[in-house]
Each structure stands twice: as structure tokens, then as C-alpha cells.
């Protein structure tokens, strides 16, 4: 079974910055596409970024202009840069990987907590 492992999340205050990691195995990251969402309690899970094509990112709207997604092929990592946070970005942060023809994703992480609070 494959694993998806976050990491980085915590306390920032309001305007600050965080960057969470996602690290898996070679397997999945050469072959899946990667992705981040979030989820506060009772709410829908709700897309942050995802590159289905490699070289191509999209942003859900809540972040466009704040968050960014990188891949680093030499660590198997990737990484979501987020800045200019507010308390409405308190929430689990999860990765997800998605295989060529999956219509859902085929593996999650654990999440990771983020809360911005001052």
C-alpha cells in the first residue's frame, strides 16, 4: 500500500506563512498526478491546487495568488507554499494522488493540521 506523508503544518499567525510537504514513493510520484486539499469539521472537502498535467497547476479560488504548488522530483516531495494566511485557511490539509485514467483519487495522506490564529 502506497503512502502519502504530510508534514509542515501548524500555528501562524494571520499574514503569515507555511509550507507543507508531501513526500511518497517514486512509483506513485513519477506516475500520479499530486494534489492538496482541505477540510474543516463539517464542512465538504475542498480542492486547493492539483497538477493533472504536468507543468500545468490550477488553484481553487480561495487561494489563487497565495498558495503555491511545487514538485520536487529529487526528494519524491510536493509542496504547498501558503502565504498570506487568514483564520478562513484553518483546516486539515491533505494530499492526494490521482493515476492516469482514476476518475477519483487513488491515494490520500493523513493530513496535516494548519491553524491561523493570532
Known amino acids: 500500500q502506497e503512502q502519502l506523508v504530510e508534514s509542515g503544518g501548524g500555528l501562524v499567525q494571520p499574514g503569515g506563512s507555511l509550507r507543507l510537504s508531501c513526500t511518497t514513493s517514486?512509483?506513485?510520484?513519477?506516475?500520479?498526478?499530486m494534489a492538496w486539499f482541505r477540510q474543516t469539521a463539517g464542512e465538504e472537502r475542498e480542492f486547493i491546487a492539483a497538477?493533472?498535467?504536468?507543468?500545468?497547476?490550477s488553484y481553487g479560488d480561495s487561494v489563487k495568488g497565495r498558495f503555491t504548488f511545487s514538485r520536487d522530483y529529487a526528494r519524491n516531495t510536493a509542496y504547498l507554499q501558503m502565504n498570506r494566511l487568514t483564520p478562513e485557511d484553518t483546516a486539515v490539509y491533505y494530499c492526494?494522488?490521482?493515476?492516469?485514467?482514476?476518475?477519483?483519487?487513488?491515494?490520500w495522506g493523513q493530513g496535516t493540521q494548519v491553524t491561523v490564529s493570532s
Open positions: 517514486g512509483r506513485v510520484f513519477n506516475n500520479y498526478a
Open positions: 497538477e493533472p498535467v504536468i507543468g500545468k497547476i
Open positions: 492526494a494522488a490521482r493515476g492516469v485514467g482514476s476518475t477519483g483519487y487513488d491515494y
